[in-house]
């Protein structure tokens, strides 16, 4: 599957690329914007952690492109600000289908990325994995 982090902070980008890279994600990071939308232009991606907060550009930009370049992508909002904690970034985003905190452990963002690219398996999920019924 691949996956489009959008992550201002180059370090907890790296944490979580490395983490889905070990769950067999390909994986891009961008810090803002440009980059974000030079990386959509240029490949498709399933699943996009976008940072609502941004140094540079604005996340609902990068969504809104998302939207309009690759129509069936997800993207999932993390966030360390109480902006939208109210739901209403899935009234603004369409392709919004997860929102999370940005201190959310890994594995848990790593389960949502997985079950929002459409390569959730219940096996891995519950620990068996390699078990067949």
């Known amino acids: 599957m691949k996956?489009?982090?959008v992550e201002s902070d180059e370090e907890l980008g790296t944490v979580w690329a490395r983490h889905l890279e070990r769950q067999g994600c390909q994986v891009t990071v961008a810090r803002g914007q440009a980059e974000a939308v030079d990386a959509l232009r240029h490949?498709?991606?399933?699943v996009i952690v976008l940072n609502l907060i941004l140094?540079?550009?604005s996340a609902l930009a990068v969504a809104d492109f998302a939207s309009y370049r690759h129509p069936d992508t997800k993207?999932?909002?993390v966030t360390d600000t109480t902006f939208?904690?109210?739901g209403s970034i899935f009234a603004?985003?369409?392709?919004?289908?997860?929102f999370l905190r940005t201190g959310t452990p890994v594995d848990d963002l790593a389960?949502?990325?997985e079950y929002h690219g459409g390569g959730y398996r219940p096996e891995v999920a519950e620990g068996r994995a390699g078990v067949r019924h």
């Open 55 to 57: 140094r540079e550009g």
């Open 92 to 98: 603004l985003a369409p392709n919004a289908c997860a």
């Open 84 to 86: 939208f904690s109210d």
């Open 3 to 5: 996956v489009l982090i």
């Open 43 to 46: 490949g498709e991606v399933q």
């Open 111 to 113: 389960a949502m990325v």
């Open 75 to 77: 993207v999932i909002f």
